[in-house]
């Protein structure tokens, strides 16, 4: 007994070395480690979108984030960020960190939705514009608390601790929404175009994909293959609606998308009632699988789909969006055509098929939304209407971003805003969009291909590796 007393004894010793040790370590490298300045960033306003007044403490310096979210570091030291006794993360320096860096992850996690909401709560800054500013409150030297484990509540009572009782805790949703538009936007340029004239560009005039290596293209009753050149390889261009779709006058198919050697496309009636994925062999352009769409999600049809072929989960299935639209949709919105709203979602298995998963609201409700396609997680969507939009969606959080409108060429507006392929090329161009145009007459005579470069990538790029292409 003695003997057992005595062992666990010894190993308690050699544990509290260990940690003794193990901190001696650190502060060791501390101080021998030059002190670096890194910077806290992520908050509101232009991107970066400095944060600053968040306290940080390791061996190597302590104080708050300045203007520019500057704050000092060793490298390979722990950092402790926290405001007040609220612990934010304890996480290692680098030049460049945000909230994200605290939750070890780029979900929305619980962490990362309670310290977004307390930022933005706690910020004095007016002018959102020049980011975020948190008075430097100092801890009261009682313990700290991990800010995951608090409940709005709590949350909140931390709040008016800190900054009186008049302080009010930001609504979730909101706060959440403020951060995503700041740490997804994103600036594009339009580089060049290509012109597809008369019949080139009918057989194109719906929207495209790509296997990354050639370019597929949509248009109202086929499909066509090329090259890099634009060359025909395969062409089904009006015999690609299944028969026994045409028999239920099924006669659209909308923007289409690419996935394991498979087009995805949306097809439709012009009654809507009939809303159908078909899939086609990429080789040969015939159809293989044909999956109907719940009709009443599906009211203003199916004008396109967007794979993310980089979701792929453990059992092999990927995610798939159409646009949700009801009734109660159109009644809400009647100066709209098409009002969208809502993301289909749905999971694609090429065993199992295509299943209803549900629907992800929007912040917003964007009109006559003709292609859609996903790119390193995110939505990104062409609309129709005067100024011919662009946008891009968070999946996760609903969150819509304007990117950008069309430019005239040649003075003269696109005619119509159709479907986009989203490839890099060796040009730097990722962004391709199509889009009706007309000669000075006003009369429509072909499309151009317009080729789009981003000259500023979102900030989220800085912070969460982007996934691997898997087309």
Same mark, same amino acid.
């Given at each position: 007994m003695k003997s057992n007393i005595m062992k666990h004894t010894l190993q308690q010793v050699w544990m509290n070395a260990l940690g003794i040790m193990s901190v001696?370590?650190?502060?060791?490298?501390?101080?021998?480690?030059?002190?670096?300045?890194?910077?806290?960033?992520?908050?509101?306003?232009?991107?970066?979108?400095?944060?600053?007044?968040?306290r940080f403490s390791s061996p190597a310096a302590t104080g708050f984030t300045d203007r520019n979210g500057a704050f000092q570091y060793a490298q390979g030291v722990p950092v402790q960020f926290s405001i007040g006794d609220v612990e934010l993360g304890v996480i290692r320096g680098a030049p460049e960190i945000s909230p994200f860096s605290f939750t070890k992850s780029c979900g929305m996690t619980d962490r990362l939705k309670n310290i977004v909401r307390f930022l933005y709560s706690l910020n004095e800054n007016p002018r959102l514009s020049d980011g975020l500013a948190i008075?430097?409150?100092?801890?009261?030297?009682?313990?700290?608390?991990?800010?995951?484990?608090?409940?709005?509540?709590?949350?909140?009572?931390?709040l008016k601790q800190l900054a009186g009782s008049d302080k009010k805790l930001m609504d979730a949703d909101a706060a959440m929404h403020a951060?995503?538009?700041?740490?997804?936007?994103?600036?594009?340029?339009?580089?060049?175009? +290509?012109?597809? %004239?008369?019949?080139?560009?009918?057989? #194109?005039?719906?929207?495209?994909?790509?296997? /990354? !290596?050639?370019?597929?293209?949509?248009?109202?009753?086929?499909?066509?293959?090329?090259?890099?050149?634009?060359?025909?390889?395969?062409? +089904?261009?009006? %015999?690609?609606?299944?028969?026994?779709? #045409?028999?239920?006058?099924?006669?659209?198919? /909308? !923007?289409?998308?690419?996935?394991?050697?498979?087009?995805?496309?949306?097809?439709?009636?012009?009654?809507?009632?009939?809303?159908?994925i078909v899939l086609y062999n990429a080789q040969t352009l015939k159809y293989q699988d044909i999956y109907p769409l719940p009709q009443y999600a599906h009211r203003e049809g199916v004008p396109w789909i967007a794979v993310d072929k980089d979701s792929k989960d453990q059992y092999g299935n990927v995610t798939v969006y159409t646009s949700y639209t009801t009734e109660q949709d159109k009644q809400l919105h009647p100066e709209m055509i098409r009002p969208f709203k809502r993301l289909n979602k749905f999971a694609y298995h090429p065993m199992e098929g295509l299943k209803y998963i549900g629907t992800i609201p929007l912040t917003q409700t964007i009109d006559r939304v003709y292609g859609a396609k996903v790119y390193e997680g995110m939505i990104y969507a062409s609309s129709d209407t005067s100024d011919k939009d662009y946008y891009k969606m968070n999946p996760e959080t609903g969150t819509v971003i304007k990117l950008f409108a069309?430019?005239?060429?040649?003075?003269?507006?696109?005619?119509e805003a159709k479907g986009l392929i989203m490839r890099t090329l060796q040009d730097g161009t990722e962004m391709h969009t199509l889009d009706i145009k007309t000669n000075k007459w006003g009369i429509k005579d072909g499309l151009h291909f317009r080729h789009h470069k981003r000259v500023q990538p979102p900030l989220r790029n800085r912070f969460c590796p982007l996934p691997a292409s898997s087309v």
């Amino acid at each position: 007994m003695k003997s057992n007393i005595m062992k666990h004894t010894l190993q308690q010793v050699w544990m509290n070395a260990l940690g003794i040790m193990s901190v001696f370590f650190i502060a060791s490298n501390a101080l021998s480690a030059p002190v670096k300045t890194g910077y806290l960033e992520g908050g509101a306003g232009a991107a970066p979108g400095a944060i600053s007044g968040v306290r940080f403490s390791s061996p190597a310096a302590t104080g708050f984030t300045d203007r520019n979210g500057a704050f000092q570091y060793a490298q390979g030291v722990p950092v402790q960020f926290s405001i007040g006794d609220v612990e934010l993360g304890v996480i290692r320096g680098a030049p460049e960190i945000s909230p994200f860096s605290f939750t070890k992850s780029c979900g929305m996690t619980d962490r990362l939705k309670n310290i977004v909401r307390f930022l933005y709560s706690l910020n004095e800054n007016p002018r959102l514009s020049d980011g975020l500013a948190i008075y430097a409150y100092a801890p009261s030297g009682r313990r700290f608390v991990d800010i995951k484990t608090l409940t709005p509540k709590a949350l909140e009572a931390q709040l008016k601790q800190l900054a009186g009782s008049d302080k009010k805790l930001m609504d979730a949703d909101a706060a959440m929404h403020a951060f995503v538009r700041l740490i997804d936007d994103e600036q594009w340029k339009q580089v060049y175009f +290509n012109e597809f %004239n008369w019949l080139t560009g009918l057989y #194109r005039s719906q929207g495209g994909a790509t296997d /990354g !290596d050639s370019w597929f293209f949509s248009w109202q009753y086929g499909l066509e293959a090329t090259d890099d050149n634009y060359d025909v390889k395969k062409e +089904n261009h009006r %015999n690609a609606i299944p028969e026994r779709l #045409r028999a239920e006058d099924v006669n659209h198919i /909308g !923007d289409i998308d690419y996935y394991g050697g498979k087009i995805f496309a949306p097809l439709e009636d012009e009654k809507y009632l009939h809303p159908y994925i078909v899939l086609y062999n990429a080789q040969t352009l015939k159809y293989q699988d044909i999956y109907p769409l719940p009709q009443y999600a599906h009211r203003e049809g199916v004008p396109w789909i967007a794979v993310d072929k980089d979701s792929k989960d453990q059992y092999g299935n990927v995610t798939v969006y159409t646009s949700y639209t009801t009734e109660q949709d159109k009644q809400l919105h009647p100066e709209m055509i098409r009002p969208f709203k809502r993301l289909n979602k749905f999971a694609y298995h090429p065993m199992e098929g295509l299943k209803y998963i549900g629907t992800i609201p929007l912040t917003q409700t964007i009109d006559r939304v003709y292609g859609a396609k996903v790119y390193e997680g995110m939505i990104y969507a062409s609309s129709d209407t005067s100024d011919k939009d662009y946008y891009k969606m968070n999946p996760e959080t609903g969150t819509v971003i304007k990117l950008f409108a069309l430019e005239p060429i040649r003075g003269r507006k696109p005619a119509e805003a159709k479907g986009l392929i989203m490839r890099t090329l060796q040009d730097g161009t990722e962004m391709h969009t199509l889009d009706i145009k007309t000669n000075k007459w006003g009369i429509k005579d072909g499309l151009h291909f317009r080729h789009h470069k981003r000259v500023q990538p979102p900030l989220r790029n800085r912070f969460c590796p982007l996934p691997a292409s898997s087309v």
